[in-house]
């Protein structure tokens, strides 16, 4: 078996779980646990399909960095729910989704899975960062498309993307990219700095849609070739050429906010996916019996198991 690495956007995944499982579900005592159920069955399905040598859980340390921020105010803004004086903004997350969330840090630490987070970043630039670094094929496990700009064929990248659902998951390779956009994932960053994302609170290039955006970078080659096509008057139409330039302080800046960050200073540990020894297994039993969770942790240590040869 060809070792591969899994990079889990962690956030993602538990968010799809809470909503895909029944709240009904819960612990003895009554706590919610749908989401903390749901990614162990995310896992455990995950581990099965692709057969990872590695796992990664790319964690959000902070989900509205303040240096993206700084640069587009409107940054993920719609996602704050309470503003206080020299504190972080808090994120609008369900009550019982919030609870959950040392619960399914627990999990993953009782299968052995890193977790790795980085102050003032995303879990997708903790992504960005090993990916590009990894001397491993790479699966991203996310539902969010920023992360295509990461895929490369040449490098053994690609996306397992989960926003249809975990019964109908796609891999999104360089062929992918273009086939939907009409881009490549190194222009994809680009493409969506002028396309513009209402759930992240970017603007875009107001009047430039997808098939604009596309047809731009086809010609132009980046946002660079871009906005030296429209300031020389070349390339585009006059309309077009207008919107490009009346856009210019959002062009400024907004490249950086939107490229996920590949040189933090970090890199993945070498644990590779394994049997849990006796004590580790008990451990993990003992936690899952104590929140309802066995069936799906035994799925869970099942899976990583078969993958390692050792079931």
């Known amino acids: 078996m060809t070792d591969r690495l899994m990079l889990l956007d962690t956030a993602s995944l538990y968010f799809r779980a809470f909503y895909g499982v029944p709240d009904k579900v819960t612990a003895p005592d009554g706590s919610p646990i749908n989401a903390a159920r ?42 704050v729910v309470e503003v206080v004086a020299d504190a972080p903004d808090v994120e609008e997350v369900p009550d019982p989704l919030e609870a959950q969330i040392p619960l399914i840090r627990q999990t993953l630490a009782a299968l052995d899975i890193p977790i790795i987070g980085v102050a003032a970043h995303e879990a997708d630039d903790v992504i960005g960062t090993l990916a590009t670094a990894s001397a491993l094929p790479v699966d991203i496990v996310t539902g969010d498309r920023d992360l295509f700009q990461l895929v490369d064929d040449a490098s053994d990248v690609r996306v397992i993307y989960t926003a249809r659902g975990m019964s109908n998951l796609e891999i999104v390779t360089d062929a992918t990219v273009v086939a939907k956009y009409g881009v490549l994932p190194s222009q994809y960053a680009d493409f969506a700095t002028m396309r513009g994302d209402a759930s992240d609170g970017l603007p875009g290039v107001a009047g430039v849609g997808e098939k604009t955006a596309a047809t731009l970078l086809q010609t132009h080659a980046d946002l660079d070739g871009i906005r030296a096509a429209a300031a020389a008057g070349e390339g585009m139409s006059a309309g077009v050429r207008a919107k490009i330039l009346a856009a210019s302080d959002y062009l400024d800046v907004a490249p950086t906010v939107v490229a996920v960050a590949t040189g933090l200073d970090i890199s993945a540990p070498g644990t590779p996916l394994h049997p849990l020894d006796d004590v580790a297994r008990d451990a993990a039993d003992s936690l899952a019996a104590k929140w309802n969770l066995t069936s799906s942790m035994n799925r869970a240590i099942a899976a990583i198991e078969k993958v390692t040869g050792s079931a």
């Open 38 to 79: 749901g990614l162990l069955d995310i896992v455990a399905k995950l581990v099965t399909l692709y057969e990872p040598t590695q796992v990664i859980a790319c964690w959000d340390d902070d989900w509205r960095p303040q240096w993206r921020v700084d640069l587009i105010p409107s940054y993920k803004g719609h996602r």
